[in-house]
C-alpha cells in the first residue's frame, strides 16, 4: 500500500472519529450545558422577582421606621401634640405615600387614629374591615423586643394579601425613652402592585393565596418542600415554555406565600438551533478539510522540519551560533537549511558587532557625565574669572605711575614741593587711598582665587572619582553634612550673586556622614545649577534658592534645594530622572539621570516636587545614616 493511500485512509477514519465524537459531545455535554444555563436563570429570574418583593417589605419598613422613631407621633399618641393630626393626616394620606393601611396604637393598645384605603389607593373602606384595627393590647403586632425592632412580612388580610409594618413609636434618639406605642402600615398585594412589580422585574410573575383556586397544581411541590434551596421548583411545560415557582413566608411564619413566574425557553432553543448548525458546519469543513489535505499533502515532510526546529531549540538552549544544520538536500529543505545557515552567520556577526558598541557606547556615557559635571563647575571658575577682570579693570593702582611720574618731576626739590606746593601736600592722602583701596581690591581678588582653586579642586576630585569607577572598590569617608553644602554653594554663590538671585543656606543638623564627598557634592552642584537656570529662566522679578540641611528622626541627612523658578508639568515629574529627558532648549538630559544614580549608589534617594509651571520646584537628596552606610561599595558603571 502506498503511503498516500495509506494517508487518505488515515484522514478517513479521522474524520469519522471526529464526526462522531462531536455529536457525542454536542447532544451530551453542549445541550445539557444549555438546560442547566436556562435553568439556572430561571432561578435567578424567580430570586430577582423574590428580592424585588422583600425590597418592597424593607421600603415598607423603613417608611415606619421614619414615621414611628419621630418625637412629633411620639408626642401625638401621648395626647400631646394635637396639631399633628391636622397637619401630617389630611386627606390623601396614606395615599401619598402609597399605603392602603395606616394604624397608630398608643401604649396601652388603644387605636389612635387609623385609615384604610382600596385596591388603587381610590376608595376609603371601613377600618373594621381589618383586623388589625382592633387588635387586642395583648397581641404579638403590639409588643416589640427593643426598641429598634419590628414585624415586618406578608399576611392575609380581608380584602387580600397585604405587606405589613409595625415597628415601636419611639422619640427620635430611639434610645432616649420607652415605646409609647405601635405604628402599623400596610400595602396590598393587588393588581397594581403585580404590574409595578412585573415592569421592574421585566418577568410575568404572580403570587397567590395560599389555597386560591387559581393556582396551578404544578406548584404544589413547591409548597410541600422546607424553605431553603429546596423550595425553588421548576417545571418543563412543554418545549416552548418553563414555570419556575417559589414560596414566601407569612409575617407569622406559620404559612407561606406561592410566588410564580412564566419564561420562553429561549436559551434551549437558540443552543438547539446553533448544535444543529455547528453540526453541519462541521460535516462541510471536515469534507473541505480533508480533500485539501489530501491534496496538498507532500511525502515525507515531517522529518526535515524536525531535525530543522530540533536545531533550532537547541541554539536556543545554549546560544552556541556557532552550530550549522546539515544542508546535503536539494529540494526546498536543503535550501532552508542553508538558508538558516547563512542566518546564523550574520547573527554571530551582529552579535560581536552588539558587543562592541555597547562598550562604546559605555565609555561614551561615562564621557558624557564628566564632561557634564566639569561643565558645571567650569561656569563657576569662568564667572569667578570675570569678576576678577572687572576688578583689575576698574582698579586705581594705575594711577601709582602718574603719582611717579609727579615726585621725578620734583625729585630735585621733593621736600619743598611735598610741604609746599599745593599738589604735593596732597600726595600723603592720596597715596594712604590708594593703600586703602589697594587692601579692598586684594581681599577681593583673593576671595575669587580662592573659589577659583575650590572650584579647580573640585574639578581634580571629579577627575579623581571617575578614574576611581575603574576600580573595583570604593572607600566612603567621614564628613559633616554642612561642610557638604558649604562647598557646593560656593562653587556658585559669585554666579548668583552677579545674577541678583537671592540664595540662603539654612544648616539644621550637625550630623556627620559616611559617604563619597566628592559625588554627592557634584550632586547638590547639579542641583542649584538647575535651580539658577530655573529662575533665570523665569524673567525678571523675585529671584530665590533655599539651600537646607536637615536629619530626620531615623539619622537620615536630607539636603533641599527649593527654588521659585518655572516648575514642572505634573506629567514630566515621572520622567525627569530618566536619561536624555530634559526640559531645556538645549538641555542633554545628564545632569539629573547622572544624580540618580549617584544618590542611589550610595543608598540614598532622590524626589521632586512642583505645584506646577510658575510655581517652582523643590529637589530632596535624603542620604543613610552612617550606621547604615555601607564600608565598601562598588562604584558605578
Known sequence: MTLRTKVIALLLCVYTVA???????????ILPQFHRLERADALADLDRCMKAIQSEQEHLGVLARD?????????????????????????????????NLALFYDDQGKLVWGRALASGFTDEVPLQDYALSHLPPESPMLRFANNDSRHLGITQTEHGLMIVAARPITPTEIHNGPAKGTLIYGRLVDDDFIRTLRSNTEVQVSVWLPADKSLPSEAAPALASSFGLADRHIVERNSAELGVYGVVPTLDGSGRIPV??????????????????????LLAVGACTALIVMVSMRAMVLGPVAALASHAT??????DL?????????????????????????????QAALVEASRRAGQADVAANVLHNI?????????????LSDIVNASRMSDVARLSELLSQHDHDLVRFLTEDQRGKLIPGFVAQLAEQWQREKGQMETELTRIDESLSHIRDVMEAQRATARPWSVLEPVRAGDIAKSALAVLAASLDRHGIRHSLDIRTDSRLKTDRVTIMQVLV??????????????????????TVDADADGRTTYRVTDNGLGIQPDKLASLFRQGFTTKEKGQGLGLHYSMLAVQRLGGDIKVHSDGPGL??????????????EQPRKAAA
Do not use: C
Not at 377 to 383: D, F, P, R, S, T
Not at 526 to 547: H, P, Q, Y
Not at 616 to 629: D, N, W
Open 526 to 547: 547639579n542641583l542649584l545649577t538647575n535651580a539658577k537656570e530655573s529662575v533665570l529662566a523665569k524673567g525678571a522679578g523675585d529671584r530665590a534658592i533655599e539651600f
Open 67 to 99: 414615621w414611628g422613631g419621630w418625637d412629633d407621633t411620639y408626642n401625638y399618641v401621648q395626647g400631646k401634640n394635637p396639631a399633628f393630626e391636622a397637619s401630617n393626616f389630611t386627606q390623601n394620606f396614606p395615599e401619598s405615600i402609597r399605603l
Open 314 to 319: 537547541a541554539i536556543a538552549h545554549d546560544s
Open 616 to 629: 517652582g520646584a523643590t529637589f530632596t537628596v535624603s542620604l543613610p545614616a552612617p550606621q547604615q552606610a
Open 19 to 29: 464526526t462522531v465524537v462531536a455529536l457525542i459531545v454536542q447532544q451530551r455535554i
Open 375 to 387: 561643565g558645571n563647575v567650569l561656569n563657576a571658575v569662568l564667572v569667578s574669572r570675570k569678576t
Open 322 to 350: 556557532t552550530r550549522r544544520v546539515e544542508a546535503n538536500s536539494r529540494d526546498e529543505f536543503g535550501e532552508l537549511a542553508r538558508d538558516f545557515n547563512q542566518m546564523m552567520e550574520r547573527l554571530s556577526s551582529t
Open 260 to 281: 410564580g413566574i412564566s419564561l420562553p425557553r429561549k436559551i434551549t432553543q437558540r443552543g438547539a438551533a446553533a448544535v444543529n448548525a455547528a453540526i453541519w458546519l
